[in-house]
């Protein structure tokens, strides 16, 4: 009796006229987890949507801030004299914002992943995607294992980079690096003071991409370049026209380089990945992000 009810049921299925139709959509991460920024010249901005009283001194205001930042939606114009969509900036190098999903995103094999900056031609402020896992079903980010996802220039780029800012006077930081290095988070045209109250300590662990920032010589305006692929707030030309940069979990690997081979993921990392500044009251290479979602296959049955 059931190898014939069986039966049955494939028969009806096969003379329905029902049409399955597939389809690709994009779904915005369903929280912010963390923004821990480095400082820099948007942090505690009212440009930024940062509140000016009382300022944010503690890391659940923090994401509280930054979740109804990125709620606000909409895309930048680069010719707008005002800021009329959600944005977060990321200080200087090391800065980052954390996301989780509900559902996890499965690896595909394509484009899975998307974040949307206000990079534009000749005004990239790249910052490198890492992915995780929930392996332990609680939900949290914390204590996972992250992967970062391979860009165009991970050949290029140093491993195991730590940097430690330390606040001045001025409300600026200077800061050191753990490979001999020194600079600074320099002053432009904003006045606020650019450390985040609610990191402690201000260290930074992660990846260092190659600088890109350079000077054109006959008119004296600072480029900072675009990488060719793999990075967010990068006007890359793969991406194609626009500020939504596009990412593989496929891509992902492990510590030593390997691939990763992940199934699926919960919880993807935005990281600034450039330390160095362009004059000309450009600042600090900061990374902005006004996005963070993934593609789904959805199917339908009409």
């Given at each position: 009796m059931k190898k014939y009810?069986?039966?049955?049921?494939?028969?009806?299925?096969?003379?329905?006229?029902?049409t399955i139709t597939t389809s690709r959509i994009e779904e915005a991460a369903s929280r912010v987890l963390e923004y821990t920024p480095a400082p820099?010249?948007?942090i505690n901005n009212p440009q930024a949507g940062f509140p000016a009283d009382p300022p944010i001194t503690s890391p659940a205001e923090a994401v509280a801030y930054a979740s109804a930042r990125l709620a606000l939606g909409g895309e930048p114009d680069a010719g707008a004299e005002t800021v009329s969509y959600g944005y977060v900036s990321l200080g200087g190098w090391g800065g980052y914002i954390v996301l989780g999903f509900d559902t996890p995103v499965p690896n595909t094999g394509d484009?899975?992943?998307?974040?949307?900056?206000?990079?534009?031609?000749g005004s990239s402020e790249p910052g490198i995607v890492w992915v995780a896992q929930d392996a332990d079903g609680d939900g949290s980010h914390l204590g996972e294992t992250w992967y970062e996802l391979k860009g165009s220039e991970y050949d290029n780029a140093v491993f195991g980079y730590e940097a430690t800012y330390t606040p001045q006077a001025d409300g600026t930081a200077d800061w050191t690096d753990n490979r001999g290095g020194s600079g600074s988070i320099d002053r432009t045209i904003h006045t606020q003071n650019y450390v985040p109250a609610w990191v402690q300590p201000l260290a930074y662990t992660g990846t260092r991409l190659p600088d890109n920032v350079s000077v054109?010589?006959?008119n004296?305006?600072?480029v900072m370049s675009a990488f060719a692929w793999g990075y967010a707030d990068n006007a890359s030309s793969i991406d194609g026209a626009g500020t939504k940069n596009r990412f593989k979990?496929?891509?992902?690997?492990?510590a030593d380089g390997n691939p990763?081979?992940?199934r699926q993921i919960d919880f993807v990392k935005i990281q600034t990945g450039v330390n160095c500044k362009a004059g000309g009251n450009v600042g600090e290479?900061?990374?902005?992000?006004?996005?963070?979602?993934?593609y789904r296959t959805v199917t339908r049955t009409e």
């Amino acid at each position: 009796m059931k190898k014939y009810a069986l039966i049955l049921l494939l028969a009806s299925a096969c003379n329905s006229s029902e049409t399955i139709t597939t389809s690709r959509i994009e779904e915005a991460a369903s929280r912010v987890l963390e923004y821990t920024p480095a400082p820099g010249q948007f942090i505690n901005n009212p440009q930024a949507g940062f509140p000016a009283d009382p300022p944010i001194t503690s890391p659940a205001e923090a994401v509280a801030y930054a979740s109804a930042r990125l709620a606000l939606g909409g895309e930048p114009d680069a010719g707008a004299e005002t800021v009329s969509y959600g944005y977060v900036s990321l200080g200087g190098w090391g800065g980052y914002i954390v996301l989780g999903f509900d559902t996890p995103v499965p690896n595909t094999g394509d484009y899975d992943l998307y974040v949307t900056g206000n990079s534009f031609n000749g005004s990239s402020e790249p910052g490198i995607v890492w992915v995780a896992q929930d392996a332990d079903g609680d939900g949290s980010h914390l204590g996972e294992t992250w992967y970062e996802l391979k860009g165009s220039e991970y050949d290029n780029a140093v491993f195991g980079y730590e940097a430690t800012y330390t606040p001045q006077a001025d409300g600026t930081a200077d800061w050191t690096d753990n490979r001999g290095g020194s600079g600074s988070i320099d002053r432009t045209i904003h006045t606020q003071n650019y450390v985040p109250a609610w990191v402690q300590p201000l260290a930074y662990t992660g990846t260092r991409l190659p600088d890109n920032v350079s000077v054109n010589a006959e008119n004296g305006v600072y480029v900072m370049s675009a990488f060719a692929w793999g990075y967010a707030d990068n006007a890359s030309s793969i991406d194609g026209a626009g500020t939504k940069n596009r990412f593989k979990i496929a891509n992902a690997v492990d510590a030593d380089g390997n691939p990763a081979n992940l199934r699926q993921i919960d919880f993807v990392k935005i990281q600034t990945g450039v330390n160095c500044k362009a004059g000309g009251n450009v600042g600090e290479i900061s990374t902005e992000v006004c996005a963070v979602g993934c593609y789904r296959t959805v199917t339908r049955t009409e």
